[in-house]
C-alpha cells in the first residue's frame, strides 16, 4: 500500500493526499510536478526511474489506511542531479 508521503522531498512543498500535483517513482520517493518533471526531467534523482502522477486515496479508505505523516526533506544537490538526468532523460524508463 502507498505511503501517501505528504511532501515534496525536494522543495518541501506540502503534498496531502488530495494534491493533485503530486508525483512518485516506483519506491515512492515524492516529488511536486515541478521539481519532477521540470527540475528532474522525470528522471528521479534517486533512483533514475520516471515518474507518474500519485493517485488520490478515497476519502472513506484514508480513515481506515491514512496517508503518512512522516516528511522526508532531502533537497537534492542540482549539479549531481543533473549528470543524473542528462544520463537517463533520453531513455525509456524500461531501458534505463
Do not use: W
Not at 500535483?21 to 526511474?49: H, Q, R, W
Not at 543533473?82 to 544520463?87: M, R, W
Amino acid at each position: 500500500m502507498l505511503e501517501i508521503r505528504p511532501n515534496c522531498e525536494h522543495c518541501n512543498k506540502d503534498l496531502p493526499n488530495t494534491a493533485t500535483d503530486a508525483m512518485i517513482c516506483s519506491f515512492e520517493c515524492t516529488y511536486c510536478k515541478t521539481c519532477a518533471l521540470e527540475i528532474f526531467e522525470n528522471v528521479c534523482p534517486s533512483c533514475s526511474g520516471n515518474f507518474v502522477e500519485r493517485p488520490i486515496r478515497p476519502q472513506q479508505e484514508i480513515r481506515q489506511h491514512p496517508a503518512s505523516n512522516e516528511r522526508i526533506f532531502k533537497p537534492k544537490e542540482l549539479e549531481k542531479a543533473k549528470i543524473n538526468t542528462e544520463k537517463f532523460k533520453n531513455l525509456s524508463p524500461e531501458k534505463r
